[in-house]
């Protein structure tokens, strides 16, 4: 799943500005949505793009390539948690760079799908006159679910979101001089921009040297990725308006509303969870303690690409704090279970530092489907609640009992109307009971 | 009688409207240098006439007021100000209504404004600096940053008025982005000093300032030189799209009522900002010993160390905030205009509707304002029917009537729309809807920001109003109100505001 930010000047002195260092520490906040492979574009004063892409993270990759950064005052940039995962660059008939989160309906493949996109797109603006319009008839034909950001060798930075809205894309800007957006709102905090709202679904916004222009937003107030509360989105963000760490606490309250469990000790599972055991605690009125302390980087279990890395990476991440656990009852809180290796290393481990119960509770219901729009979900078979029911996995992980919210619950702790909310990796298929 | 009215923009269509709804029934005469459709049309129908001519050269403006037998000439923009028109006009015995050339240094030059009011210790002020090249400027800022952190977050400007360079917002708050904040500033540094390079009058060229955050409005004023009589509040919009984002322009639509203050703004906060307008202007009679009579305005924020402040003054009405306040008044305009002549303001009654809030819409030609020249020229149709039947007002700016009666564009601001009702939303809800009635013929777009007077900026507006009230009450609950403080490591606690006095005094006890 990639991480998108588009960065835009006006005004006189422009040519001071340099989109790169901006853009690198925008992406460096959006690096939970992955980090595998690093692209960038810019333009500047010559009206040609420059592009550089390569492996991640994004620390990493602006060091390696210190001397050889576009520069330019303008620019879009993308981090993918996909390996080989860079900006589409099509060169004719109207020359382009596009960085696309989610997945057009244009092919089976994610990858495929984003270049026949970006073509469509650089025949469009090449022939129609009136280039906003004909972006906006193009989002609202292409299906599927996807936000992008593009720029033309034109200085042109399109930006939009197609009318299903599953995919986040945030806009901001500061004093007179600098416009951007961005997959989430903790990148515009780090950029130095002040937030000014969503990019509405079915929205297209476009910057041009003499314009800041947007179509008409879709009537549908759209069908918001629910996974992006639960897991995807970065604590001090704000997706769609909505709070990430409110929503998150308030899952954490919900949970415990709907699954209570006899405990001494709520412990959560770091990062994600944090904030929904914190919200546990405050409902169950169980005290929380930290649990773990984490050695190295804060690497996401379930989108690292081999058995082996995972299992190192979780050892890793989770040092029990003994004393935390030792003699008590807990309750670990944990945001969901893929294959279930987290989990069960996780029970084991406190279970061998001295607890005696552990219930899990997890702050979302079993995912069972993989992402139509690209979000790293494996497919079914790889999904350990596609095959286990709540006992089953309980017995696996070796908890003393393990629950999920419903489908029900998250959207109610979440508070958007169901018809706002996809849930498709909840319930596709459904989850054995 | 006969009035003679100077400048061809928005504001200057709606002075023209006010006083041709007046019980006095002037005849109506104007001088501007486009010849604005609505202007055009209201002399007409006044038994006056619109010519075009240099509004900033003495001698055409009096040459044609003589030529009228007009009795008083009422100056809009600042620019004839700065130019000496209303010295020229009453020299030669003629009433005007109009800042005179030195009283409109307040506007003229940011820096004489700052040293005004830090040398009558008046409230309202921000710290600041002139410089006389940008080495100087990027010297002083690299050697200070650390001693006096204001220097980070700062607003660049021309030390005075200088032809379409701007105002530059510079915020220096992240650590990581610091070395491309720097650099900007600098580079920003010497494209002032070139372009100031041509105004030898003045040894400063540069003006830093302390940049502030807060909600922004304008307070316009009448003023004879003896009492200074306030307006409506009206909240301007200068970015020129939706949600304060891209350029900086004149002014893209603004908002009043329907009180006295905004709906964000406070009535104390109302009474303070008055209090300071009638500092500067008592400061700077004081300081030139030349009576104040036309308008006055202060362009405020309401900002965390000081409560309300001044960031410019207008030696005029503002444009497109005149639309608004003139909506508003229910005085005769010519009333007001004779009494700020007679020198008997204090005896006047100036009264405004409570009961309507007014929402103003500029419309602009794509192009405006980075690319003026590719904004220029093109015909426009206007549907007046349409826009009557909506209820709204249409106020023509920057355009220009053709022999054929056709309106073309200038370049920059082409009209406003306004609309009223109850309350902002609705207003500007009308003015949406009637948006489709002004077209440019030649399929050149137009655009204009269709969120000022939606509930969903009044929100930002209120939010960040109340987040600066928070700070700036509680400075002035615990006495610090006004003062800046900063503790520097082996240096301890240090006011650049004493320290900015001290500068000031420093060439004077010299020389």
């Given at each position: 799943m990639p991480g998108l930010v588009g960065f835009y000047t006006f005004g006189e002195g422009r040519e001071n500005w340099d989109a790169s260092h901006f853009i690198r520490y925008g992406l460096g906040a959006l690096q939970g949505r992955g980090q595998e492979s690093i692209s960038l574009a810019t333009v500047g004063p010559g009206n040609t793009l420059h592009t550089l892409a390569g492996k991640g993270g994004v620390e990493d990759f602006f060091e390696k390539n210190k001397t050889s950064i576009p520069k330019g005052f303008i620019g879009i940039g993308q981090t993918s948690s996909y390996i080989d995962d860079y900006l589409v660059h099509v060169k004719t008939p109207y020359e382009l760079v596009l960085a696309l989160d989610g997945k057009t309906d244009l092919h089976e493949n994610r990858r495929e799908a984003s270049?026949?996109?970006?073509?469509?797109?650089?025949?469009?603006?090449?022939?129609?006159?009136?280039?906003?319009?004909?972006?906006?008839?193009l989002v609202n034909k292409i299906g599927g679910g996807y936000s992008f950001v593009a720029l033309t060798h034109k200085r042109a930075l399109i930006s939009g979101r197609?009318?299903?809205?599953?995919?986040?894309?945030e806009t901001g800007s500061v004093g007179f001089d600098i416009a951007a957006v961005a997959s989430e709102t903790c990148a515009l905090d780090v950029m130095g921009i002040d937030h000014t709202g969503p990019v509405e679904t079915g929205e297209v916004i476009m910057f041009t040297p003499e314009d800041i222009r947007g179509n008409a937003p879709a009537a549908d107030a759209g069908n918001f990725c629910s996974y992006e509360y639960v897991y995807l989105a970065r604590l001090d963000s704000t997706v769609n308006t909505l709070p990430v760490a409110k929503a998150r606490n308030s899952i954490g309250r919900e949970l415990a509303k709907a699954h209570p469990a006899k405990a001494n000790v709520v412990i959560g599972v770091p990062e994600t969870a944090l904030p929904i055991a914190n919200g546990y605690s405050q409902e169950s009125g169980l005290p929380q303690e930290p649990g773990f302390v984490r050695t190295g980087e804060n690497i996401r279990a379930a989108l690292e690409p081999t058995q082996k890395e995972r299992l190192v990476g979780v050892q890793l991440k989770l040092n029990p704090i003994k004393s935390a656990i030792e003699n008590k009852d807990v309750v670990l809180v944990d945001d969901s279970v893929v294959r279930g290796n987290t989990l069960r290393n996780t029970v084991l481990n406190l279970k061998r530092n001295g607890a005696h119960q552990v219930h899990v509770r997890i702050g979302s219901p079993a995912l069972v489907s993989p992402c139509p729009y690209g979000v790293e979900i494996p497919d079914a078979d790889e999904l350990i609640s596609s095959s286990l029911d709540e006992k089953e996995l309980a017995n696996h992980v070796a908890a003393d009992s393990v629950s999920f919210m419903t489908v029900e619950e998250l959207q109610r702790a979440i508070g958007l109307p169901r018809q706002n909310l996809c849930m498709r990796c909840f319930e596709n298929g459904g989850a054995k009971r | 009688?006969?009035?003679?009215?100077?400048?061809?923009?928005?504001?200057?269509?709606?002075?023209?409207?006010?006083?041709?709804?007046?019980?006095?029934?002037?005849?109506?005469?104007?001088?501007?240098?486009?010849?604005?459709?609505?202007?055009?049309?209201?002399?007409?129908?006044?038994?006056?006439?619109?010519?075009?001519?240099?509004?900033?050269?003495?001698?055409?403006?009096?040459?044609?007021?003589?030529?009228?037998?007009?009795?008083?000439?009422?100056?809009?923009?600042?620019?004839?100000?700065?130019?000496?028109?209303?010295?020229?006009?009453?020299?030669?015995?003629?009433?005007?209504?109009?800042?005179?050339?030195?009283?409109?240094?307040?506007?003229?030059?940011?820096?004489?404004?700052?040293?005004?009011?830090?040398?009558?210790?008046?409230?309202?002020?921000?710290?600041?600096?002139?410089?006389?090249?940008?080495?100087?400027?990027?010297?002083?800022?690299?050697?200070?940053?650390?001693?006096?952190?204001?220097?980070?977050?700062?607003?660049?400007?021309?030390?005075?008025?200088?032809?379409?360079?701007?105002?530059?917002?510079?915020?220096?708050?992240?650590?990581?982005?610091?070395?491309?904040?720097?650099?900007?500033?600098?580079?920003?540094?010497?494209?002032?000093?070139?372009?100031?390079?041509?105004?030898?009058?003045?040894?400063?060229k540069i003006l830093v300032e302390e940049k502030a955050w807060g909600p922004e409005y304008s307070l316009q004023c009448f003023t004879d030189g003896k009492t200074v009589l306030g307006t409506p509040l009206v909240q301007d919009n200068k970015s020129a799209h939706e949600f304060d984002s891209g350029p900086e322009t004149g002014g893209m639509g603004s908002i009043s009522g329907p009180d006295l203050a905004l709906p964000f703004i406070t009535r104390d906060e109302y009474d303070k900002s008055l209090k300071i307008v009638e500092g500067i202007v008592e400061a700077i009679q004081k300081k030139t010993g030349k009576s104040y009579h036309g308008m006055v305005g202060g362009q405020m924020m309401l900002t965390e160390n000081e409560g309300p402040t001044i960031i410019e003054m207008y030696s005029r009405l503002g444009d497109p905030e005149a639309l608004n306040m003139l909506a508003m008044l229910k005085t005769d305009i010519v009333d007001v205009f004779q009494a700020i002549i007679e020198r008997r303001l204090s005896k006047l009654k100036l009264e405004f509707t409570n009961e309507d809030a007014v929402v103003v819409k500029v419309v602009a030609p794509n192009?405006?304002?980075?690319?003026?020249?590719?904004?220029?020229?093109?015909?426009?149709?206007?549907?007046?029917?349409?826009?009557?039947?909506?209820?709204?007002?249409?106020?023509?700016?920057?355009?220009?009537?053709?022999?054929?009666?056709?309106?073309?564009?200038?370049?920059?601001?082409?009209?406003?729309?306004?609309?009223?009702?109850?309350?902002?939303?609705?207003?500007?809800?009308?003015?949406?809807?009637?948006?489709?009635?002004?077209?440019?013929?030649?399929?050149?777009?137009?655009?204009?920001?269709?969120?000022?007077?939606?509930?969903?900026?009044?929100?930002?507006?209120?939010?960040?109003?109340?987040?600066?009230?928070?700070?700036?009450?509680?400075?002035?609950?615990?006495?610090?109100?006004?003062?800046?403080?900063?503790?520097?490591?082996?240096?301890?606690?240090?006011?650049?505001?004493?320290?900015?006095?001290?500068?000031?005094?420093?060439?004077?006890?010299?020389?």
């Open positions: 270049k026949l996109f970006a073509r469509q797109l650089s025949q469009l603006l090449h022939s129609e006159n009136e280039p906003l319009k004909a972006t906006s008839m197609n009318p299903l809205g599953v995919k986040p894309l | 009688m006969r009035i003679m009215g100077v400048g061809g923009g928005a504001r200057e269509h709606a002075l023209a409207w006010k006083m041709s709804l007046s019980d006095h029934k002037p005849e109506i005469f104007w001088i501007a240098e486009n010849r604005n459709p609505g202007i055009h049309k209201i002399c007409k129908d006044n038994q006056g006439e619109l010519r075009t001519g240099r509004t900033t050269d003495p001698k055409t403006i009096v040459r044609s007021s003589r030529g009228w037998g007009v009795d008083i000439v009422v100056v809009g923009p600042e620019e004839p100000g700065f130019n000496g028109i209303p010295d020229a006009l009453e020299k030669e015995g003629i009433h005007c209504v109009g800042a005179s050339q030195e009283l409109s240094i307040i506007e003229r030059s940011k820096a004489d404004l700052r040293r005004l009011q830090w040398e009558n210790n008046l409230p309202g002020k921000l710290l600041f600096r002139t410089f006389k090249n940008a080495r100087e400027a990027s010297d002083y800022i690299r050697k200070n940053i650390g001693t006096q952190p204001w220097l980070q977050n700062i607003v660049i400007k021309p030390a005075r008025q200088s032809g379409g360079k701007g105002v530059k917002l510079i915020e220096d708050r992240l650590a990581h982005l610091h070395e491309n904040k720097g650099r900007f500033k600098e580079a920003y540094f010497d494209s002032l000093q070139a372009s100031m390079a041509a105004y030898s009058d003045i040894e400063d192009g405006y304002p980075e690319k003026k020249e590719k904004a220029k020229g093109h015909p426009v149709q206007v549907f007046e029917t349409n826009i009557k039947r909506n209820g709204c007002y249409l106020f023509w700016g920057n355009a220009d009537l053709q022999d054929n009666g056709e309106a073309v564009t200038g370049g920059s601001r082409l009209l406003a729309l306004m609309a009223t009702d109850h309350t902002l939303p609705p207003a500007s809800a009308l003015i949406e809807k009637t948006m489709s009635s002004i077209q440019l013929t030649d399929g050149w777009g137009l655009y204009h920001r269709s969120d000022i007077g939606s509930e969903q900026l009044l929100a930002k507006r209120w939010d960040s109003a109340e987040r600066v009230r928070r700070l700036y009450q509680y400075r002035e609950e615990h006495g610090t109100l006004g003062r800046r403080m900063e503790w520097i490591p082996k240096v301890g606690t240090i006011d650049p505001s004493q320290l900015l006095l001290k500068e000031m005094q420093g060439p004077e006890k010299a020389g």
